[in-house]
């Protein structure tokens, strides 16, 4: 079965700082898809970034983007220049292949992270 | 925003009681899911839908049922509601329109039984 591990339960960063977040995970997949979800106090989750693992280029989204190790199945998401906006608690997921039609996602413990001013 | 739609945001029931979480959406999406999450913790899948009159259970274990008889309407009901009930419980949906393999997530409906 896949699982995916945040070992880090809080995190903190001051404003215009960089933090990583850290994610593993396991599986005997050679495709799958890879996710940052952040989840703001009281608000709508949303997706941050998407990684294919058949892509070795690692996706970025504006302030966002990603260190996908494939065969040390690690998957870090890196912020730059921190906003108080991005406080919030991220989960990473994980989606196997043969779900890509059902959509279903495997979610890690999560990482709630603290931009301070 | 998504346009997808939870009500009611929280609710305070007592134990026995049937209740009902409506999740809507208006994006046209196929697939709707369930997530059942604890405070400050993951997500665990409890139901989901491929479309209409499909429901499947997810990786957890719950008492509550699911059906699907609109495209937009993915109701989730207890039965006989119970502490251990007590939790958040979030909707999302993914579809073709939208990026892929995205799914966008309602609001949640914080639930507590005494």
């Known amino acids: 079965a896949q699982t995916v591990t945040q070992s880090q339960p809080e995190m903190s960063v001051q404003e215009a700082e960089t933090v990583t977040l850290s994610c593993t995970y396991d599986?005997?997949?050679?495709?799958?898809?890879l996710f940052w979800y952040k989840q703001p106090p009281s608000r709508q989750m949303i997706l941050v970034i998407r990684?294919?693992?058949?892509?070795?280029q690692n996706a970025t989204e504006n302030r966002f983007s990603v260190n996908f190790q494939k065969a040390a199945k690690s998957f870090s998401l890196k912020i730059s220049d921190s906003q108080l906006g991005d406080t919030a608690m991220y989960f990473c997921?994980?989606?196997?292949?043969?779900?890509?039609?059902?959509?279903?996602?495997?979610f890690g413990q999560g990482t709630t992270l603290q931009v301070k001013p | 925003e998504a346009d997808i739609y939870q009500t009611p945001r929280y609710l305070v029931i007592g134990t026995g009681k049937k209740i009902t979480l409506e999740c809507s959406q208006t994006m046209g999406h196929d697939k709707m899911y369930w997530y059942q999450q604890d405070p400050g913790m993951e997500l665990h899948l409890i139901h989901y839908s491929y479309g209409v009159n499909s429901t499947e259970k997810g990786d957890l274990s719950s008492e509550s049922t699911v059906s699907r008889i609109r495209t937009e309407h993915f109701p989730l009901t207890l039965e006989s509601a119970r502490p251990s009930h007590t939790s958040q419980y979030l909707c999302a949906s993914s579809g073709r329109t939208g990026k892929p393999y995205e799914q966008y997530f309602g609001p949640g409906t914080r639930l507590t039984v005494t």
């Open positions: 990684q294919e693992a058949y892509k070795q």
């Open positions: 599986t005997s997949e050679n495709n799958y898809y």
């Open positions: 997921a994980f989606m196997k292949p043969h779900s890509s039609n059902t959509g279903k996602l495997i």
